[in-house]
């Protein structure tokens, strides 16, 4: 739903809604997860033979026979994909724009919105893979049964996203001194981009081992113990429950390039009830509980137009991208709790830096 208004002289402004409701998305899940054993909850299985086993531990050997469908476990090799996918976008759309008059042409866009889904495959090249490191694409993270607890902002939700464009015919003075090809047909445009970062989950490579997936489980809000602690950062107290805002640390982020979130604060999955080394559970930071750094960017052209006896007509043009050769982040690169030493780490920028470029075009 949109609403527009022409202001004066060509400007125009632009107010809306724009939504969207999406189901039956492509997702991998398990419904069948693999159940966890013990003494009062035993899980029995028979051989060919028709001999029966009683099960009461959990080892990263025994998921296969603790999976409720025996043979399609995860960790041989078997994947479930269906239908299991969901989005819901909202946002506000509001646009100031002037049409092309007197060598000028002005746009400006400003979108606030929300997308909220529980797999985001379509991102990625292969929709049923995710996109990099830190992002789930079609995988529901920790417990891969429950496809509704993966619910979450998506892989490339953006609240806030500004885009400006612009192309000015700069004016020649009615001197006669500045009417020649020097002065005449100079123009300059651009467009300039301010936006938020993309969201991530962190991972840990050691949880899910358990259930035969591991890698796809998010780490616990529980403080490191002492002995794991990074020392060069801020420490908590060994054991207790911390929350997913003392992760990210603070400051420019120019500086907390080396550690964009807090490893003490965070540890690996534990043991489940009654499980042997290895046999770990899922951690309970929620999926995309991070957003990377905001980004702006700035490019720009300068053209200039002359003509050779009338028929012949010449276009000369520089063009800038990254003006001001900012770095652009991305978010960090390495996720993994399991590797504290470079967890949170920025390695990657999202744009490379300044470029400028030449071109002349030619027109008879």
Known sequence: ???????????AAEVGYVGSHFVGGLGIWDPFLATVAGPTSPVTVRDINGVSYTITSNTVANEALRHQVLGLSRARGARYSGNIGFA??????????????????FQAAYTFSKTTDNVSGSYSTDELNATRSGQGGGNILNNSSLSLANKARGDFDRPHRLVVSYSYDLPTPNSSFFHNQFFRGWAISGIVTYQSGLPFSILDSTS???????????????????????ATMPGCVPGATTIVGSIVTSGRIQDRLDHFLNPNFVSTAALVPNGAIGATGYGNVPRNAFRGPRQQNWDFSLMKRFSVRESHQFQVRMDVFN??????????????????????????????????????????
């Open 88 to 105: 819901i976008y909202n946002s506000l759309q509001a646009t100031l724009s002037r049409r092309l008059s007197h060598g000028l042409y």
């Open 208 to 230: 899910g081992g358990a259930f035969g997936a591991t890698g796809i489980g998010t780490g616990l809000l529980v403080c490191r113990p002492l002995s794991e602690q990074i």
């Open 323 to 364: 003006l001001w050769n900012h770095p652009i982040f991305r978010f960090p690169s390495s996720i993994q709790i399991a590797t504290p030493g470079t967890f949170g780490q920025i390695t990657e920028t999202a744009v490379p830096a300044r470029l400028i470029q030449f071109g002349v075009s030619y027109k008879h």
């Open 1 to 11: 739903m949109t609403l527009q208004r022409e202001l004066w002289k060509g400007w």
